[in-house]
């Protein structure tokens, strides 16, 4: 599985996903991606179209308010958020 995250995590945390998934950092492969993972990522739906193969949306923080939610929900995009724990 195809990871995408733009940002840094915790080292720990980054060594247990890339020993599990392969990690894409190049915002032009994000199109290989199944997963994206990201706090601050624009993705609204000309982001989301181009991700074909998407299946989660983690975002560390609370909301929602860079994801295009209608979007996802049309295309069975899951979501899900870190409220308090960013």
Not at 16 to 29: A, V
Request: hydrophobic share 35%; charged share 30%.
């Amino acid at each position: 599985m195809k990871v995408f995250l733009n940002e840094p995590i915790h080292k720990d945390a980054y060594q247990l996903l890339n020993s599990n998934f392969d990690i894409i950092s190049d915002i032009s492969d994000i199109k290989d991606c199944e997963v994206i993972i990201t706090r601050n990522l624009k993705l609204d739906k000309n982001m989301l179209k181009k991700c074909r193969s998407l299946k989660l949306i983690a975002v560390h923080g609370s909301g929602y308010d860079d994801v295009d939610i209608e979007y996802a929900k049309n295309h069975h995009i899951h979501l899900i958020n870190t409220p308090g724990k960013n």
